[in-house]
Structure formats: C-alpha cells, structure tokens
C-alpha cells in the first residue's frame, strides 16, 4: 500500500526558512514533487526531482527553494528546503511521487504553509 506523509508546514514570517518533509512508502518511486494550492486556485507545480536527480522548480521559487529526496529500498523521503519566504507562498503544499510499479500518481495530505508578519 502506498502511502505519502508530510509534515513541516506553520507559520513564519517573510523573510525565513521552512522545511517541509515527505515520507513515501510501500513502491519505488521515479519522479517525485512538490505542489501548493490556495483557495480557488489550480494546484501548481512548485518543484521536481526525477529518480536520476534532475530537477525543475517553478519560476516563482528558483533561487529559493531546493528539492532533495532519500531512496531506500521501497521508500523515498523528499524534502523541500524554503528559504528567503515570501508571502505569496503562502499555501497548503501536497507531496507527490510516481511510481515505476503502478504506473500510479499518489497524493500526501497536504501541510499548510502561512508566511506572515
């Protein structure tokens, strides 16, 4: 059974750093990433990192955020270090991985990112 847990998300003010964490298991992953969603909006791409260790970031974080992941055997841990936070980035950030057996996309719970004074 495959399953993403995140965690990491609160509130901190303009200016700091964050680091959200994702713990997928029960697959090999190939690409895993990161998504943010605020209210009424279509979830967006924040950041991806492919199995090789490519990576893409949304224009609106290059230079800010890094994205990392750990395999190990059937799990994958992804982080997402936020640094110089803005408050447009505030927003509620899903974790996301593919996996080479399923052929599957799979979702975390979502952890709520606030960026304000």
């Known amino acids: 059974q495959v399953q993403l847990v995140e965690s990491g998300g609160g509130l901190m003010q303009p200016g700091g750093s964050l680091r959200l964490s994702c713990l997928a298991s029960g697959s090999i992953f190939s690409t895993v990433a990161w998504y943010r969603q605020t209210p009424g909006k279509q979830r967006e791409l924040v950041a991806t990192?492919?199995?090789?260790?490519?990576?893409?970031?949304a224009d609106s974080v290059k230079g800010r955020f890094t994205i990392s992941r750990d395999d190990n055997r059937n799990t994958v841990t992804v982080n997402l270090q936020m640094n110089s936070l803005k408050p447009e980035d505030t927003a509620v950030y899903f974790c996301?991985?593919?996996?080479?057996?399923?052929?599957?996309?799979?979702w975390g719970q979502g952890t709520q990112v606030t960026v304000s004074s």
């Open positions: 990192k492919t199995r090789g260790g490519i990576t893409q970031y």
């Open positions: 996301n991985a593919l996996s080479y057996v399923t052929g599957g996309t799979y």
